[in-house]
């Protein structure tokens, strides 16, 4: 996660960096997008599979229902930090920080591919890199998921992180007021994967995958219960 002293740089606006310390704040985000990812993936997937596994699940329901609700509520803030506009850690913060720091940048990109004769790599062209152009694009990706934005921003202030004495017995109004399904919040995180991978690119041509391989492990144990009440 971000450093004690690098937030308070940043809430200070003194966001000059060097190569090294830029590096380590895109990891960073990288880290925090997976980590949430993994956490909305593996919700969903429990959800999905409450029917498939309704008697292994039944064998520790208060488990898994604290485990619902933890991974509920960690997707929900953490990704509401990333869309902060207020937030020293949000993505308006991260393309703000890259515009104030365009010397790190690389200003061209080399394009080609390796011979499969000679398994040589041939330079075809080199293309210029507008930096500015790639960070508006990149407040365009923001723009994208306004609405998705505001319903989260909604869901979080008046349930997640301070409950609203209106939606304190009714989760069903919250979810009417300010709809946020599966698939906006796979968008949302979807938006913040391409935003952080787009200034990747640009910074040392580095792309990032944003999903464990074993966030789905689970299976194993929900499996391995299966075997157990078969034997029983």
């Known amino acids: 996660m971000v450093s004690q002293k690098m937030r308070l740089l940043l809430w200070r606006g003194r966001y000059k960096m060097t190569k090294e310390s830029f590096k380590i704040l895109l990891d960073q985000y990288f880290f925090r997008i997976t980590y949430t990812n993994d956490c909305f993936e593996l919700y969903k997937h429990l959800i999905e599979s409450k029917t498939k596994y309704f008697v292994e699940m039944n064998f520790a329901p208060a488990f898994f229902q604290l485990t619902y609700s933890s991974l509920l509520h960690t997707v929900f803030i953490e ?10 850690t ?13 010397s790190l940048f690389k200003t ?13 790599y041939v330079l075809e062209k080199t293309i210029s890199i507008d930096i500015f152009s790639e960070l508006n694009d990149c407040r365009q990706l923001l723009k994208s998921v306004s609405k998705e934005r505001e319903n989260l921003r909604n869901q979080r202030n008046k349930f997640y ?24 919040m796979k968008k949302l995180l979807q938006v913040a994967s391409e935003l952080c991978n787009k200034i990747s690119l640009i910074f040392d041509e580095s792309i990032h995958a944003v999903q464990s391989s074993n966030v789905f492990d ?10 157990e009440e078969i034997s029983i």
């Open 79 to 88: 990704t509401a930090k990333l869309f902060d506009k207020n937030s020293s």
């Open 90 to 102: 949000s993505l308006f913060k991260l393309i703000e920080i890259s515009r104030q720091n365009t």
């Open 108 to 120: 061209s990109r080399d394009v080609g591919y390796i011979d499969c004769d000679t398994d040589k």
């Open 161 to 184: 992180a301070h409950l609203d004495e209106a939606y304190k017995d009714n989760n069903g109004k919250l979810q009417k007021d300010f709809p946020l399904p599966f698939k906006d």
């Open 218 to 227: 689970v299976d194993n144990l929900l499996k391995k219960l299966t075997k």
